[in-house]
């Protein structure tokens, strides 16, 4: 049933290029381990001194006041700011020598932004797609009713409207990232783009099932290029209509006493609706949250963790006539690393609960870390020679450290360094992606996947 281009149109249904064509499934050498991928993306460079990589010899005018604390794996330390994820340390593999090499990249948040999400330095001769578009040409998506990669909410300092690195680069649209957008923790908060913009169900049916019967073919279109389009406008229409859709983002049938374990602010609430897009059969889901403007932080904005200043202030970090870490509040408070903690130990034991834990893969990462030593603004710069990533679930061996720094978490000591391109490479191999087959640009040049990486072997 060959469709034209006036035909999407005429369904009045925006955002259709977010959904995915299922594409074929693949194999690498190793089998499978994950069917999802759930990506936390702490955007701003997490100071891994204050959180996965205690150091307690540092000199007292440069050391964290976050004390380490133990786990529930002996030997191995976290930060006092991290007591609710030291439960599930048997789950989590901590990854200390993770390195960015590249100059240029550690000045730039929206370069280190694009180099996470896409596993490939930025800067090449062609804008690298997304890990999860990538994910959604190979693998397609698991629920037809819903878009194969989607982002909660896509409002970071980095994903936001005016400042998006996240891409679907070269690969056809359909692949492109859907955002949910708004903030979750608000009464009323309803995802844009999975209504019928007007139309009620009976017209959408009525106009769906014209198309059904029209055979007026696209000149110099291939067959197969007609068949995919009726699949993306088929899969339109199931997330336009299927009832299962608006669950996966209902926050409301979810038991409080559930909710509130991961906490009611907006930082909890997102890690919530990623779980649920996860156990609805999203292929691959990242969240990028800040905590927004708020009356109840004041003086909060762009609350990521770029803490340049007063990083261990009790509250907001305004600073007369502005700075570079101005409006954040300090590390150590809740809009910061409590309700990261209270999140993401929530996230880690719901998952594990629910069976998910075993076929979806959890990566919490940022661009960079954050410098061993304190500056004159009492906060602490970018970092690239040593910082600290974590994963959990789809085989991951949990219970581990991999790598180490020195004793001011400065530089990494162990034998071994790893970059978000091996990160990539993990994140493809995990999946059973085949990393040696190429994706092709429309010029029909071939493009290796994450092909300065490998797989980092301790994960896997």
């Given at each position: 049933?060959?469709?034209?281009?006036?035909?999407?149109i005429?369904?009045?249904?925006?955002?259709?290029?977010?959904?995915?064509?299922?594409?074929?499934?693949?194999?690498?050498?190793?089998?499978a381990?994950?069917?999802?991928?759930?990506?936390?993306?702490?955007?701003?460079?997490?100071?891994?001194?204050?959180?996965f990589?205690?150091?307690?010899?540092m000199?007292?005018?440069?050391?964290?006041?976050?004390?380490?604390?133990?786990?529930?794996?002996?030997?191995?330390?976290?930060?006092?700011?991290?007591?609710?994820?030291?439960?599930?340390?048997?789950?989590l593999?901590?990854?200390?020598?993770m390195?960015?090499?590249?100059?240029?990249?550690?000045?730039?948040?929206?370069?280190?932004?694009?180099?996470?999400?896409?596993?490939?330095?930025?800067?090449?001769?062609?804008?690298?797609?997304?890990?999860?578009?990538?994910?959604?040409?190979?693998?397609?998506?698991?629920?037809?009713?819903?878009?194969?990669?989607?982002?909660?909410?896509?409002?970071?300092?980095?994903?936001?409207?005016?400042?998006?690195?996240?891409?679907?680069?070269?690969?056809?649209?359909?692949?492109?990232?859907?955002?949910?957008?708004?903030?979750?923790?608000?009464?009323?908060?309803?995802?844009?783009?999975?209504?019928?913009?007007?139309?009620?169900?009976?017209?959408?049916?009525?106009?769906?099932?014209?198309?059904?019967?029209?055979?007026?073919?696209?000149?110099?279109?291939?067959?197969?290029?007609?068949?995919?389009?009726?699949?993306?406008?088929?899969?339109?229409?199931?997330?336009?209509?299927?009832?299962?859709?608006?669950?996966?983002?209902?926050?409301?049938?979810?038991?409080?006493?559930?909710?509130?374990?991961?906490?009611?602010g907006?930082?909890?609430?997102?890690?919530?609706?990623?779980?649920?897009?996860?156990?609805?059969?999203?292929?691959?889901?990242?969240?990028d949250?800040?905590?927004?403007?708020?009356?109840?932080?004041?003086?909060?904005?762009?609350?990521?963790?770029?803490?340049?200043?007063?990083?261990?202030?009790?509250?907001?970090?305004?600073?007369?006539?502005?700075?570079?870490?101005?409006?954040?509040?300090?590390?150590?408070?809740?809009?910061?690393?409590?309700?990261?903690?209270?999140?993401?130990?929530?996230?880690?034991?719901?998952l594990?609960?629910?069976?998910?834990?075993?076929?979806?893969?959890v990566?919490?990462?940022?661009e960079?870390?954050?410098?061993?030593?304190?500056?004159?603004?009492?906060?602490?710069?970018?970092?690239?020679?040593?910082?600290?990533?974590?994963?959990?679930?789809?085989?991951?061996?949990?219970?581990?450290?991999?790598?180490?720094?020195?004793?001011?978490?400065?530089?990494?000591?162990s034998p071994?360094?790893?970059?978000?391109?091996?990160?990539?490479?993990?994140?493809?191999?995990?999946?059973?992606?085949?990393r040696?087959?190429?994706?092709?640009?429309?010029?029909?040049?071939?493009?290796?996947?994450?092909?300065n990486?490998?797989?980092?072997?301790?994960?896997?």
């Amino acid at each position: 049933m060959p469709v034209n281009r006036r035909n999407f149109i005429g369904l009045g249904v925006a955002g259709l290029s977010s959904l995915a064509i299922p594409g074929p499934g693949v194999a690498s050498g190793r089998p499978a381990r994950a069917k999802r991928v759930l990506v936390l993306f702490e955007q701003g460079g997490l100071s891994h001194i204050d959180t996965f990589d205690p150091k307690p010899d540092m000199p007292s005018e440069h050391a964290s006041p976050f004390r380490p604390i133990r786990t529930r794996v002996p030997g191995i330390q976290l930060t006092s700011l991290l007591t609710r994820t030291a439960e599930h340390i048997d789950k989590l593999a901590i990854i200390r020598c993770m390195t960015q090499p590249t100059p240029g990249i550690s000045n730039s948040h929206p370069k280190g932004g694009q180099y996470v999400l896409s596993g490939e330095t930025p800067g090449g001769p062609e804008e690298m797609p997304d890990i999860g578009s990538v994910v959604s040409l190979r693998l397609g998506t698991m629920a037809r009713h819903l878009p194969g990669y989607i982002m909660v909410p896509g409002t970071g300092e980095v994903t936001n409207r005016e400042l998006d690195v996240s891409t679907v680069g070269f690969l056809p649209p359909a692949h492109k990232c859907f955002k949910t957008r708004g903030q979750p923790n608000r009464p009323g908060w309803t995802v844009p783009n999975l209504g019928l913009l007007g139309l009620d169900e009976r017209r959408f049916k009525d106009r769906t099932d014209l198309l059904g019967t029209l055979d007026l073919g696209i000149p110099g279109v291939q067959a197969a290029d007609t068949q995919a389009l009726v699949a993306l406008r088929d899969q339109a229409e199931d997330m336009l209509t299927n009832a299962a859709t608006r669950r996966a983002f209902d926050l409301a049938i979810e038991p409080m006493g559930l909710r509130e374990r991961y906490g009611l602010g907006h930082r909890g609430q997102c890690y919530l609706v990623g779980r649920k897009l996860i156990e609805s059969g999203v292929r691959f889901v990242t969240l990028d949250c800040r905590e927004p403007p708020a009356g109840e932080f004041p003086g909060g904005s762009n609350m990521n963790w770029d803490h340049h200043d007063f990083i261990y202030s009790k509250g907001s970090t305004e600073i007369r006539g502005g700075g570079a870490g101005a409006g954040r509040w300090g590390i150590g408070t809740w809009p910061m690393m409590g309700s990261t903690d209270q999140a993401f130990s929530a996230l880690l034991g719901d998952l594990h609960d629910r069976g998910l834990l075993a076929e979806t893969l959890v990566c919490l990462v940022t661009e960079f870390g954050r410098t061993p030593r304190i500056n004159e603004r009492k906060g602490r710069d970018h970092w690239t020679h040593a910082f600290s990533i974590a994963m959990a679930g789809a085989g991951v061996p949990g219970g581990q450290v991999i790598g180490s720094t020195d004793s001011e978490g400065g530089y990494i000591t162990s034998p071994i360094a790893y970059t978000l391109d091996d990160y990539a490479a993990t994140v493809y191999e995990k999946l059973g992606i085949d990393r040696s087959r190429p994706v092709f640009t429309p010029a029909n040049r071939p493009i290796m996947l994450a092909k300065n990486g490998n797989p980092i072997p301790e994960v896997m």
